[in-house]
Nanobody
Framework: QVHVVESGGGLVQPGGSQIYSCAAT????????VAWYRQVRGNRRQLVAR???????LHGESVGGRFTISGDNVENTTYLQMYSLKPEDSAVYSC??????????????WGQGTQVTVAS
């Protein structure tokens, strides 16, 4: 069974920074990729960034170079570093790792999400 453990979130002042982590635990072969999303109630989920085990990185246009995603394949953990935070970055952030379960099986698991509020 695979578990997704997220850490981070809370209240941040405008212009501040935060680092969030997303770890996959349990029995599986590998984490192929991890995508971070954010969602404001009533709106669609928005892709923030994506990281693959090969080191490929994708950052959403909305974060404008202020966010950086990275990963540790050994620890099966992905990090999202957020800088120069703005009030419009306030949302529920979650990570969705794509897990290689072996025997040709791949599945995406959803993190529980963490609320980030940017306000003074």
């Amino acid at each position: 069974q695979v578990h997704v453990v997220e850490s981070g979130g809370g209240l941040v002042q405008p212009g501040g920074s935060q680092i969030y982590s997303c770890a996959a635990t349990g029995r599986f072969v590998a984490v192929n990729a991890v995508a971070w999303y954010r969602q404001v109630r009533g709106n669609r989920r928005q892709l923030v960034a994506r990281f693959t085990k090969k080191g490929q990185r994708l950052h959403g246009e909305s974060v404008g170079g202020r966010f950086t995603i990275s990963g540790d394949n050994v620890e099966n953990t992905t990090y999202l570093q957020m800088y120069s935070l703005k009030p419009e970055d306030s949302a529920v952030y979650s990570c969705d790792p794509e897990i290689d379960e072996g025997a040709g099986s791949r599945q995406i698991f959803w993190g529980q999400g963490t609320q980030v509020t940017v306000a003074s």
